[in-house]
């Protein structure tokens, strides 16, 4: 999937906490948050958005650009959850299996 920054960017109001700086701005400027931003990227510390992120197991901060880069690799947690997908799957067939 691409990274768009203009999709992106329209989006925010949506999926961030930004829209908090309408009712609550106190909320960020107690944090030392400027205007504009409604988080601080967990990974490199720069201004970001707040949002969930579908390949993050937790909504967090993250940066435009540390935002692109969980797109684009795959986190062990996917690689483990997926691995006991298919371990559950096995077994529940298995089982299936046995008692037919
Ligand atoms: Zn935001
Ligand atoms: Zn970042």
Do not use: N
Request: aromatic share 16%; glycine share 8%; charged share 15%.
């Amino acid at each position: 999937m691409p990274f768009e920054v203009e999709s992106t960017t329209a989006e925010q109001s949506h999926t961030c906490y930004c829209h908090l700086w309408e009712t609550k701005p106190e909320f960020f400027e107690q944090q030392g948050i400027p205007r504009g931003y409604c988080g601080t990227c967990g990974i490199c510390g720069e201004m970001g958005h707040t949002r969930a992120h579908p390949d993050a197991p937790v909504t967090g901060a993250w940066c435009d650009s540390c935002y692109a880069e969980l797109s684009r690799t795959t986190p062990l947690w996917k690689v483990v959850r997926f691995t006991f997908c298919v371990a559950l799957f096995v077994w529940i067939a298995y089982l299936l299996w046995r008692t037919t």
